[in-house]
């Protein structure tokens, strides 16, 4: 976890659980890590709360790096969505 915590750079693995497709992104709340016990997103009866969860814990440890953040998506159209938002180029 990252509550409270600030980084110069950070790094975030953007899992399954977030991806893009038809032109939006997606969240799946059945492909969250089945580590993650965090957050009891997996068990979660409400789909719009289980979105918003999602959204909002990649949203949070998007923004802990003050100086910088890099970001794998396992879902490469989401990677491509990103960089095309960004305005910034793929390094691979």
Partial sequence: TTQGLEFEYCGI????DLRYENSRVITDQTKEAKSDKSSGIRTC???SLADQLI???????LSR??????VY???KSLLQYMS???GKSIIT
């Fill in 13 to 16: 693995i953007i899992g399954k």
């Fill in 45 to 47: 009866k409400d789909k």
């Fill in 55 to 61: 959204r909002n814990t990649y949203r949070t440890l």
């Fill in 65 to 70: 790096g003050q100086k910088g953040c890099f």
């Fill in 73 to 75: 998506c396992e879902d």
């Fill in 84 to 86: 095309y938002m960004l």
